[in-house]
């Protein structure tokens, strides 16, 4: 990853918006401009250079990963922040304003008091991290390669009488088995009436016969998230299921093959959104048609119909329409997709045909 070059690129933002420094407390964006992987630091970006401030757990640690210079904090991170922006006399400076907490803003306000103009910023690093370059791509792939490997795997687990939960966890064991840093969220296993609960996290209910059960799962490799979901029948459909699910898979299909670089985020959400609705089944289908995926599992661009911004070559997003139905059941069907001038390229292997166990 090019770390110095994503830097320089946040410097020319900073110049962009008369910012001397920004202060950086989202460890995504953290570990996006300087490599950093453990749980707590602060990054400060001037116009001249990148500071990482690690208190004693990780200052070893960022000496060998980060791509910044590591200041020690023995006991503030906030002071240390202080300390740079007086010596340097960095007045104007930029703050996350959807990330920082109020503590940590009232802690620096309390240590500069009236020394710097704080100025609240959104999106000066989430922006550049909606086109993922190769490397990042490569990453995304090989963390859904294995989701789709494992859930290969399962699928003969998954009959009536198991449990979600013991679903759920076998799906886990055999993610981390296999190479998974950790669970990109918690595991969704909705069966029955609960599939058309759209994040219906795995419970204790038993899966039955004649139902659906929506499978929805991802996992962090090299710090990239993947995110699939599948849902299969168990038992024999009747004609409204197959009808639903159809229904679902045309809609995903539609929007996997017609999505190009530069339409509008809104324009892609139209294509799963027009068809369901054109089913008789508008109503049911109330989420977005996807999400940007990378270091977080929820990242822009939002596929959504209120969201009028234009979705670039090289971002990477989710493509997940779904029917839910209360006190009937729901189908959802997931792909991770990169997106390109020639429209879709679906990077998420497992077959998505109606799949009856």
Same mark, same amino acid.
């Given at each position: ?37 453990? #749980? ?28 910044? $210079?590591?200041? #020690? ?27 920082? #907490? ?203 119909? $209120? ?51």
């Amino acid at each position: 990853m090019d770390f110095l070059a994503r830097q320089e690129q946040v410097r020319g933002v900073l110049a962009e918006r008369g910012l001397e420094a920004l202060i950086v407390t989202h460890l995504p964006n953290i570990r996006y401009l300087t490599g950093f992987t453990g #749980s707590a630091g602060i990054a400060v970006v001037t116009l001249e250079a990148t500071y990482f401030i690690a208190d004693s757990r990780y200052v070893v640690q960022a000496q060998t990963e980060v791509a910044a $210079h590591v200041l #020690s904090a023995e006991n503030s991170h906030e002071r240390v922040v202080g300390d740079l922006l007086r010596q340097q006399r960095l007045r104007r400076v930029g703050v996350e304003a959807e990330r920082v #907490s109020l503590a940590r803003y009232e802690s620096l306000t309390r240590e500069l008091d009236g020394e710097v103009e704080w100025v609240p910023t959104r999106g000066v690093i989430e922006d550049l991290r909606v086109v993922k370059d190769a490397e990042e791509q490569q990453a995304i792939c090989r963390a859904v390669q294995l989701v789709a490997q494992v859930f290969a795997e399962c699928v003969q687990e998954i009959r009536p009488g198991v449990r979600e939960r013991d679903l759920a966890a076998e799906l886990e064991y055999r993610l981390r088995r296999a190479g998974a840093e950790r669970m990109a969220f918690e595991t969704i296993v909705a069966s029955g009436e609960r599939s058309a609960l759209p994040h219906g996290i795995a419970s204790e209910k038993r899966i039955g016969y004649n139902e659906f059960v929506v499978i929805d799962f991802g996992v962090v490799v090299e710090g990239y998230c993947s995110d699939m979901t599948r849902t299969v029948y168990v038992g024999t459909p009747d004609a409204r299921a197959r009808e639903v699910y159809a229904t679902v898979l045309e809609a995903q299909l539609r929007c996997e093959a017609e999505m190009r670089a530069g339409m509008r985020a809104c324009e892609i959400d139209a294509l799963t959104r027009d068809l369901i609705a054109a089913r008789g089944y508008g109503a049911f289908y109330g989420h977005a048609t996807g999400h940007g995926i990378g270091l977080e599992v929820h990242e822009a661009p939002r596929l959504s119909r $209120h969201n009028e911004a234009r979705v670039p070559a090289g971002a990477v997003v989710t493509v997940e329409p779904g029917i839910y139905l209360p006190q009937w059941g729901g189908v959802r069907i997931e792909d991770v997709v990169i997106v390109n001038e020639r429209g879709g390229e679906v990077v998420t292997p497992t077959p998505k045909e109606l799949l009856i166990v």
